[in-house]
């Protein structure tokens, strides 16, 4: 990570959360063999749909023109995984960039630079038949061979459990290849599309909620909106009361995205108004340093990092209050700070973060130093 990245303060137990899922799935998956007339006619139809998350080629020419040479020359081609979602659509867990390659290459647009599609011109890397064609130039018999090879899918679809794509999430996570190791939240942008998926994107905007995070642009790996996601799940009656000791919170997270009755209109309403609504008065209140801590040797001096079980507990406390109707304009600075030289508080910020009784810990502290309440 660079430096210009490193503006979270890393919760070590939370960034290394990984759990082993224990839910009892009913996951079939099937191989089909399409060719690429019928996968691109599925792609225009919005029958196949590429995730969020892969807006761009990280492909560059030389490697997409080796793949239509491949293709041209009859090579064998790498399987795709597709995933079957509710609406009967296919999700592209893996292959978006060679698919995406052809669909460019037939079209006549490179999507890197939005110039015609050529193939690459460099010397021993493509077939000198081809090489610098765009596919207009190509022979009807080359046109055909592209349009009518065919790719084999490897297909999976989640029978049950019904409520969300909980498996879904594990596959994407095991079998993409997209050569970096993904992010949760650009794994769920991926699997849990949806009016809350939508939400996030829509709160990521707020103004003064990017001044509180301490970056004007969105983050490319989509931290500032796992963290809305965060807000949305932890803020819950389901955790006050929670069965276990602790949670997992990537799962407790995955599980929250995925459940149909979070994607509602009524919900995202209630979600929309209680995030900008809590986000507003917080920054009216506390100022730009609402959610950094105070430096551990000196309990004086602000530490210009985003903290997220500081974020959890001033967040959830602030929209508890203002359902309350507690005068929250009363609260201050001076508070704050005295809340985090709070030995309890710092405790339950950095240790066992994911415990319940640390997570209502932090809130209910938050609640009784900055609004005189508790949980």
Known sequence: MTEEDNYIEEIKEETEDSYVNDDLYNINSWGADYSFRELISMYEDGDLVKPELQRKYVWGKPEASRFIDSILLGLPIPSIFLAKTDNNKMLIVDGYQRLMTVYDYMRGIWSGDDKVFKLSNI??????????????????????????????????????????DTSLFQIFERINTSGKTLMPQEIRNCVYQGNLNSLLFELNLNQNWRVLFGREQEDPRMRDLEFILRFLGLNSDEIRTFPKSAISLKKYLNEFMGSR?????????????????????IIAIFGDNAFYNVQSTDLTTIRKRFYPTIFDAIMIATSIAIKRGIDISQSNEHKRLELLRDSDFRKFISEGTMQIEHINGRIDLALKHLYNSSL
Do not use: C, V
């Open 261 to 281: 009755e979070n994607n509602t209109l009524s919900a995202i309403n209630n979600f929309r108004e209680d995030f900008n609504n809590t986000i507003n008065q």
């Open 123 to 164: 010397a021993d890397k493509i077939n000198a038949r081809w090489k610098g064609n765009a596919f207009t130039e190509l022979t009807e018999t080359e046109q055909r061979k592209i349009k009518t090879t065919t790719i084999h899918a490897i297909i999976f679809e989640q029978k049950s459990p019904k409520d969300g």
